[in-house]
T-cell receptor, first 115, second 109 residues
């Protein structure tokens, strides 16, 4: 069974450029999460989806970050424009259990470097 | 803020049991203890969780004290592949999964 798939694995851009990350969760998992992980820190939740509805986006910086999960399957996280401080690993996770409890399955992450 | 306290780092000899402690003195009755680990350049991986009884699976054992204020994750026979950051998380229903900085476990050959 395929795990959570993320792309691109690595991305290098200049500041003020846009960037997008894609996530394909495990089949049948209705809950999808985007996390941000800075170097040496634990992951921090950006947004959580139940199917196509964003049920928790309180930590998403909405001035430059946006996310969508059309049809309740794949999801895209976008940053526009990127800033130097956005350099981090962006992790996608999915779970079968509704709500934020339960076992989360993470992808390998997308490492962003903003120059 | 994370509701747990973990040592920053630990070492363990290969083949020995690795015992990772976690303090969660403010845990409430309906909150679970979850453990994840993150190997370098990978996403976090679920290990085990428990409420008040000790739990064991193919990866590890979880020992929760009777007062539930602390727990220990036990890797019975540590290998080099167990080198990772281990996160202890306290989670109630509909809570956000909040990762702290975890414990960086080094398995020494």
């Amino acid at each position: 069974e395929a795990g959570v798939v993320q792309s691109p694995r690595y991305k290098i851009i200049e500041k003020k450029q846009p960037v997008a990350f894609w996530c394909n969760p495990i089949s049948g998992h209705n809950t999808l999460y985007w996390y941000l992980q800075n170097l040496g820190q634990g992951p921090e939740l950006l947004i959580r989806y139940e199917n196509e509805e964003a049920v928790d986006d309180s930590q998403l910086p909405k001035d430059r970050f946006s996310a969508e999960r059309l049809k309740g399957v794949d999801s895209t996280l976008k940053i526009q424009p990127a800033e130097l401080g956005d350099s981090a690993v962006y992790l996608c996770a999915s779970s079968f259990v509704a709500g934020s409890t339960g076992e989360l399955f993470f992808g390998e992450g997308s490492r962003l470097t903003v120059l | 803020d994370a509701k747990t306290t973990q040592p920053t780092s630990m070492d363990c000899a290969e083949g020995r049991a690795a015992n990772l402690p976690c303090n969660h003195s403010t845990i409430s009755g309906n909150e679970y203890v979850y453990w994840y680990r993150q190997i370098h350049s990978q996403g976090p991986q679920y290990i085990i969780h428990g409420l008040k009884n000790n739990e064991t699976n193919e990866m590890a054992s979880l020992i929760i004290t009777e007062d539930r204020k602390s727990s220990t994750l036990i890797l019975p026979h540590a290998t080099l592949r167990d080198t990772a950051v281990y996160y202890c998380i306290v989670l109630g229903r509909d809570d956000k999964i909040i990762f702290g900085k975890g414990t960086r476990l080094h398995i020494l050959p």
